[in-house]
């Protein structure tokens, strides 16, 4: 599960990345979601959103406790893509 959790983490802070460096280029974003789910589908199921782990875990096809994981996961790949762009930004 730790792999899962990883590509969660790190495909939510490359797109919340793209999203925010981008300040919403729609063309950038649906490539960055492209990648990731190709990427990370197969290791995780590419939610890289709550609300769409949130479906996986309605659906049957995650355990609640993978749930719990990936919301955390996300939040945090999320924070820290504003960290990095705010760092990259100075």
């Not at 590509?7 to 979601?33: C, D, K, Q, V």
């Not at 789910?37 to 995780?44: A, K, N, T």
């Not at 996300?74 to 930004?89: F, H, S, T, Y």
Request: aromatic share 8%; charged share 10%; proline share 2%.
């Amino acid at each position: 599960m730790i792999h899962q959790i990883i590509t969660e983490f790190l495909g939510t802070l490359f797109l919340t990345f793209i999203i925010l460096a981008s300040r919403g280029n729609w063309l950038a974003i649906g490539g960055a979601l492209a990648i990731g789910v190709l990427l990370g589908g197969r290791i995780s199921g590419a939610a890289y959103n709550p609300a769409v782990a949130i479906a996986y875990f309605s659906a049957g096809k995650i355990a609640p406790t993978q749930l719990a994981a990936y919301i955390v996961a996300e939040i945090a790949g999320a924070l820290a893509a504003l960290q990095l762009v705010k760092m990259v930004r100075l």
